[in-house]
T-cell receptor
Framework: KAGVTQTPRYLIKTRGQQVTLSCSPI?????VSWYQQTPGQGLQFLFEYFSETQRNKGNFPGRFSGRQFSNSRSEMNVSTLELGDSALYLC?????????????FGSGTRLTVV | GNSVTQMEGPVTLSEEAFLTINCTYTATGYPSLFWYVQYPGEGLQLLLKATKADDKGSNKGFEATYRKETTSFHLEKGSVQVSDSAVYFC??????????FGSGTRLLVRP
């Protein structure tokens, strides 16, 4: 059974640009969440989608957005990149919204903003 | 609000030593609790979980018991191996659809 697939693995962008990250969940999982991991702030929740609807959103500026498609694949977009957006972005999928089975994470996309 | 507090690392142990990583939480309602492990350059792997008070999660020799009276979910292993060297995260899943993580504890096991 394929795991959670995130593409690309690494990205280097310039300040002010925008970026789109992709996530394919485990087959059958309809819940997809995104997290940002940095050395200073640790792991922080960005947003969660279920059946193309955003159910929960973390405390991030509006430059961070996401969406989910009918096949449950998800993308997140960061516009007007700042140096502080450099981080590992992790996608996670879940069968039940995480309550009983938790979340399965992908290997992440390492974003570097220069 | 909801939060997770983990012991500061790094924790350095010799192979076959006993491991305890403390985790306490603050939450409203009845959260689910998890331990995740992260190896260098990788994402998070679910190590074990517990969904209600007194549940014991276990996997690969690791154990943790959901203690509602002490709001704790301490991770233990009787005999660590060099391959257990990684960063361990305690997390809670409150009634909302997200995970709240502790700051992580780095474990280094020496041969």
């Amino acid at each position: 059974k394929a795991g959670v697939t995130q593409t690309p693995r690494y990205l280097i962008k310039t300040r002010g640009q925008q970026v789109t990250l992709s996530c394919s969940p485990i087959s059958g999982h309809r819940s997809v969440s995104w997290y940002q991991q940095t050395p200073g702030q640790g792991l922080q929740f960005l947003f969660e989608y279920f059946s193309e609807t955003q159910r929960n959103k973390g405390n991030f500026p509006g430059r961070f957005s996401g969406r989910q498609f009918s096949n449950s694949r998800s993308e997140m977009n960061v516009s007007t990149l700042e140096l502080g957006d450099s981080a590992l972005y992790l996608c996670a999928s879940s069968l039940d919204g995480g309550r009983d089975y938790g979340y399965t994470f992908g290997s992440g996309t390492r974003l570097t903003v220069v | 609000g909801n939060s997770v507090t983990q012991m500061e690392g790094p924790v350095t142990l010799s192979e076959e030593a006993f491991l305890t990583i403390n985790c306490t939480y603050t939450a409203t309602g009845y959260p689910s609790l998890f331990w995740y492990v992260q190896y260098p350059g990788e994402g998070l792997q679910l190590l074990l979980k517990a969904t209600k008070a007194d549940d014991k999660g276990s996997n690969k020799g690791f154990e943790a018991t959901y203690r509602k009276e002490t709001t704790s979910f301490h991770l233990e292993k009787g005999s660590v191996q060099v391959s257990d060297s990684a960063v361990y995260f305690c997390a809670l899943r409150p009634s909302s659809y997200k995970l709240i993580f502790g700051s992580g504890t780095r474990l280094l096991v020496r041969p």
